[in-house]
T-cell receptor, first 114, second 115 residues
Framework: AQSVAQPEDQVNVAEGNPLTVKCTYS??????LFWYVQYPNRGLQFLLK??????LVKGSYGFEAEFNKSQTSFHLKKPSALVSDSALYFC????????????FGSGTRLQVQP | DARVTQTPRHKVTEMGQEVTMRCQPI?????VFWYRQTMMQGLELLAY????????DSGMPKDRFSAEMPDATLATLKIQPSEPRDSAVYFC?????????????FGPGTRLTVL
């Protein structure tokens, strides 16, 4: 079975400060890892993915994520938060076989204060 | 600008009525997913199709839910009869599986309210 944990329901950060949204995963074999963002009353939008290669993945809107195999983590980061980054963020994992759909975490609400 | 479309965007119905939600995947995508999002359960996978064939519908209550892909441009999710606990936002997503990975592109969702 594959699973994702997002331990924080909400993360609060001041505008201009760095942000981190945590994600840990469990999967058989090599993981495929994703981050999605959901703005109010909208569908999920793809931010970035890790398949293989460099552990630091860069994505849309200045976000990046670091894959750490030993800690089975894939934390989302941004050096300087914007108020417009306030949204719901989902981490997702899939195993490498391709037979399973993505498993999503419960989501973390990011609130960036001006 | 290719995107997944879903209709209707909002649906209010009474308990016991049939509900049909439609999804048009991005042209050329071979995989379609149906998700349900609620405050309590978060984002749940209901079913997914590859090349129009159902691969996994284990997340779907079989007694009242059904998902089909009549053709490559249309996916449907039906609930009959609907119940208040079915109230949620239903998302369709599509993707192209190329052997390594698939990104999923989400539609805007159908907000269903069952009274």
């Amino acid at each position: 079975a594959q699973s994702v944990a997002q331990p924080e329901d909400q993360v609060n950060v001041a505008e201009g400060n760095p942000l981190t949204v945590k994600c840990t995963y469990s999967v058989s074999g090599n993981p495929y890892l994703f981050w999605y963002v959901q703005y109010p009353n909208r569908g999920l939008q793809f931010l970035l993915k890790y398949i293989t290669g460099d552990n630091l993945v860069k994505g849309s809107y200045g976000f990046e994520a670091e894959f750490n195999k030993s800690q089975t983590s894939f934390h989302l980061k941004k050096p300087s938060a914007l108020v417009s980054d306030s949204a719901l963020y989902f981490c997702a994992v899939r195993d490498g076989t391709g037979r399973r759909a993505l498993t999503f975490g419960s989501g973390t609400r990011l609130q960036v204060q001006p | 600008d290719a995107r997944v479309t879903q209709t209707p965007r909002h649906k209010v119905t009474e308990m016991g009525q049939e509900v049909t939600m439609r999804c048009q995947p991005i042209l050329g995508h071979n995989t379609v997913f149906w998700y349900r999002q609620t405050m309590m359960q978060g984002l749940e996978l209901l079913a997914y199709f590859r090349n129009r064939a159902p691969l996994d519908d284990s997340g779907m209550p079989k007694d009242r839910f059904s998902a089909e892909m009549p053709d490559a441009t249309l996916a449907t999710l039906k609930i009959q009869p609907s119940e208040p606990r079915d109230s949620a936002v239903y998302f369709c997503a599509s993707g192209l599986v190329t052997g390594t990975s698939v990104e999923q592109f989400f539609g805007p969702g159908t907000r269903l309210t069952v009274l």
